[in-house]
């Protein structure tokens, strides 16, 4: 059966950490940093990092096994390092591989689609962020996280978004594609709004943008198509999932 994109997608939102850019050396710096003006002698790991991506800063900096009675302290600490290293350790912030030729692709390829960069780290900072890799022409939105939300991980944030591009959102199972890296999270996430959900990821879904650029691209007829997922089946084959 010829396999094909919906004929009704209206955006595609794009996870920034982790999908676009490697970030996590760059937040795990800052972490370190953060307990060590705080005096805190914990061992933190990188998977210590890991495992808080993609959460809601406001959760992140409320958490008491973190940081006791010092979450706002530690806020303002976070991110005063967190943009020292940006401008100190460039390198830390890496394009993941591909990028730089999958958004051009993706923007010729759906001229009709509006494309999303999305992430739950503070709006300014995502904003520079594009800019530095000189990426923010090719969104229509670039959305990260503001005083009075809805921010990521919040699935009220696809209708922040729809709202802020004036789309009407029917069904999102057919015009709303996500693309992330964690296969939990931003699972879960698409999920609960009722998206589809696209993972790239060297564990599962598609190992690299690369491989999810030619996926695409193999699918030549654009119509309209009911499946749940892009995902790489147990035989270890890229296909739509239905």
């Known amino acids: 059966m010829t396999q094909t994109f919906p004929k009704k997608l209206k955006m595609i939102v794009m996870d920034w950490d982790g999908t676009l850019v490697t970030a996590e050396p760059m937040v795990h710096e800052a972490y370190l940093s953060t307990f060590k003006s705080l005096k805190d002698e914990r061992q933190w790991t990188i998977s210590d990092t890991h495992a808080r991506n993609g959460e809601d800063p406001n959760r992140i900096f409320s958490d008491v096994s973190l940081w006791g009675n010092q979450g706002e302290k530690a806020r303002t600490i976070f991110y005063t390092h967190y943009r020292r290293l940006a401008a100190t350790r460039p390198d830390l912030l890496q394009l993941k591989e591909g990028t730089e030729e999958f958004l051009p692709f993706l923007k010729q390829s759906f001229q009709d689609v509006k494309l999303v960069l999305l992430a739950a780290k503070t709006q300014s900072i995502l904003v520079e962020e594009a800019r530095k890799f000189n990426l ?65 990821n060297d564990k599962c879904g598609f190992k690299n943008l690369h491989q999810l650029r030619q996926e695409i691209e193999s699918v030549k007829v654009l119509s309209h198509a009911c499946f749940k997922n892009i995902s790489r089946d147990s035989n270890d084959s890229t296909r739509f999932k239905s």
């Open 136 to 200: 923010h022409g090719y969104f229509d939105a670039i959305v990260g996280k503001i005083e009075d939300g809805p921010n990521k991980p919040d699935i009220k944030v696809f209708d922040r978004i729809a709202n802020q591009l004036g789309l009407a959102i029917i069904n999102p199972r057919q015009e709303v594609m996500h693309i992330g890296d964690n296969p939990e999270k931003d699972e879960a996430f698409a999920r609960s709004y009722g998206a589809m959900s696209v993972i790239v």
